[in-house]
């Protein structure tokens, strides 16, 4: 297998070699004006068709990691609901599935308790080439000693939280490196938890789910250097990830603030610059009539896909699934002190929320040239 994967990887390069010695002829024939090059759109046609055969490994390889997560966040959920079923009444490994069903029971509370975080998940080089697929970079601006605890908001939420995934969950920008002595931790709905297979993957990059039950636990029963990220703005600002727009859904989010001083963790911005230029979604501005269907499928179902639209595997000029190759810069700001507090008023907790949010816009301020945002663009709070 592995001589006949040579041999064919021989073949294209040799094909393609030839193909740029043809073209090489063409183009000295042209100058003499013995022959005419070929039309300008059947060159472009030519281009885009054999493209996919010229990329270099390391890039086939950023873009296969890219694939599993695609398939590990959007794919597997889909095959989760029909999956389970083939495979209990239609095949001899039926057995597997109660086995699973069991596991799932005795393991259910596992994701509010951050228990089972491998760091050879998490460092794995699978999440290298995924990082450089982009790429993707983390930039540290001050000290998280390990002594304290923090909650980390994570903006904004974009279609898939890349920035923020990779900071949190993986160590391929160099989280673990930057900041020694602390875990980090994704928070994201329960129901992410519910779907067989995918959550083991989840659970073992040290996601652990968005509620109370969940802070409480690892803020107060894991000890010190803990720090748990919040995509504060959730799926309502997933609607308004749009290319060059920084909008975020925070006015109203006040209940990290509450936690955050219920529990004694301290509150460190985070803004991923080029989140929402990874993938282009249909317009839908407030108002609209697929607006109000989306906002409607989010009230029931606590979630609604925007309608995106990304590259497709092999060549970038055609819609599909994958994220566009854009550079995204994640922002670790200064953590603001809490003191803890177990009955916090609504009045401490506007004013920690002030705080937050002029902390978040500065920080906007001071990193956005990295991205090239024009000075006069500033943050949207809604």
Known sequence: MRMLFLLSSVAIEIFFAMQRISEMRLRLNSISGKTKLPDKKVVS?????????????????????????????????????????????NTRWWFLVPLYAVWFYYDFDTPKKASRRWNWARRHVFWKYFANYFPLRLIKTAELPPDRNYIIGSHPHGMFSVGGFTAMSTNATGFEDKFPGIKSHIMTLNGQFYFPFRREFGIVLGGIEVSKESLEYTLTKCGKGRACAIVVGGA?????????????????????????????????PMYNFGENDLYEQYENPKGSRLRAVQERIKDIFGLCPPLLRGRSIFNQYIIGLLPFRKPVTTVIGKPIRVTQTDEPTNEQVDELHAKYCEALYDLFEEYKHLHSIPPDTHLIFQ
């Open 45 to 89: 046609l030519v281009s885009t068709i054999l493209s996919p055969f010229l990329v270099p490994w390391k890039r086939r390889l950023e873009t296969l990691a890219v694939m599993g997560f695609i398939f590990m966040w959007v794919i597997l959920p889909i095959m989760d609901l029909w999956v389970p079923f083939h495979v209990l009444f």
């Open 236 to 268: 309502t600002e997933a609607l308004d990830a749009h290319p060059n727009k920084n909008v975020l859904t925070i006015k109203n989010r006040r209940g990290f603030c509450r936690y955050a001083l219920k529990y004694g963790a301290d509150l460190v």
